[in-house]
């Protein structure tokens, strides 16, 4: 049975008689499968509870997005020394702690020292054995986090711990979790008023937060180049729901909020905001009142009333009888008193044309409630003056775009809508073909090429690092025979390369040397690596 994956539960619970739990509580509180259900649908926790209660886990960490997500697959057991020497000292032996092999926690949460990581389970060796911490006294071999002794890194552990704590088994959902980011982000001026976000300014402040995690190799993905980070920050604050790495949200969290109960008050109040705009959105059952209003004003004209008569008995002001009367087509006598015949003229003529009511009071000397007025019950006006008002607009951007595409012809597509993005993005809305048409000359945008690897630095890296760590073996063991899976051991990214060891031919050739070392003496391993020995 694997340590974070575990399978076939319902087997388990049924030669265990259930003393130990049900296979949901087990996976909840004893293996890493809630850890990766944090965030999400109910119903993919409940498959994945179906899955490995019945079978092998398959294909679940490809569906999960473990596979893809820049970050280790496969989950080595940790352990914090002083609590292992507590629980040894109290109950007489040791046992693994589930907050210490949560991905992302390096230090330990109540002590705040770096954890050690045990290699007996990593990369498949001993996988289907027992092992207790205990182990850790029989040579072991261990890696400790030491690059981890951060202040950064120790509050980002305990976040995370407590957050897992929070929420395993309650998946929070994807839309509630962006909705607290967005809220979170308008409190800190970094969302224009209309929701777009100031990605300069989040980018400098998350990086700033998590300054030091570059250095560490399982929280470097959480902080990538400055344009890869813009993209996958954009993309994670969107409504993208996709199977992404827990890690990268909680470290958003981490950095908006800097504790785990002021990000479970966020999501709290994001799930009641939700709620509330939920019901707000639903159908009514009441008749609506302008539905009623248009009812009584109708019946009242056709009994021959006039506007004042309808207006005081309906109990609503003359010029809102006006407006509800024109809505509804039909023509009222007037006794005007400012809008003499003339300038009535004049107002509807510049309405026609297109400018906004302001401009027309302004043209006119009259107020602009006087020209709402106006626009309001004068039948068929209102909607002239909206496909006037359109034409107008139609033409002012298409000829404020004119002007951007002649005058740089030699900017591409994307370079041009950034010089007038007002025009691009209403021309875009309500005139795209037109858009479309202007654009048939701007040359296209040369594609970015795709990161490349450079396989050269890689073998030289893999080739150092497995010189050192046989070197710091040959001083502690100098009489032991290497296998593969012992070079994995000494170094645990040698086993994800092994389809690509053509392109690293000094790691493959040292891998060589050493696996077939009954051939050589300890002498010559020994001369082969002296810059490293000394």
Known sequence: MSHDFPSKLKTFCENTRGTLGEPELLLRDHSLVGFYHLFGELGRWNASVRCLS?????????????????????????????????QETELGFSYWVLQHQLPGVLTCPTHTRPLVEMQTKANGLARFQWSLPEARKSGVLLRSYEGARTEAAAEFSRFVSTAHHCFAGKPIQHSLLVLSFRDALRERMMLSDGGRLRMQAITQEYRTALDGFEHIQELSPLVPAQSALSTQLAKLFGNLDGHVHPLRYLAIAFWLFRGATPFELAIKAARYQGAKEEAASAPQVFEDRNTLLDSRVSKA????????????SIGIDTATAMSVAARLSYVVKRRPKKLVHLLRERIVALLLEGHLVSEVAKLANVSSSTVAKLLSSTVGLAQDYKAAREQRLKDEYRTRWLDVVRSQLALSKKLLRTLDPAAFTWLYRHDRTWLHESMVHVVKAQPIRPYRIDW?????????????????????????????????????????????????????????????????????????LAPILL
């Open 54 to 86: 019945q079978s092998s886990p398959g294909n679940l960490k490809i569906a999960l997005g473990i596979i893809s997500s820049g970050f280790r697959a496969h989950h080595p057991l940790k352990l914090c020394e002083e609590c292992t020497r507590a």
């Open 301 to 312: 004209l056709e009994q021959g009333q006039s506007i004042r008569a309808i207006a005081d």
């Open 456 to 528: 050269q630095a890689r073998d030289d890296a893999l080739h150092n690092c497995l010189q050192r760590a046989v070197a710091a073996n040959l001083r502690g063991q100098p009489d032991r025979a290497y296998r593969m899976c012992d070079l994995y051991a000494l170094v645990p990214d040698l086993r994800a390369k092994l389809a690509e060891l053509q392109r690293l031919p000094r790691t493959a050739k040292l891998m060589e040397f050493l696996v077939t070392r009954p051939k050589h003496s300890r002498e010559v391993i020994s001369r082969k």
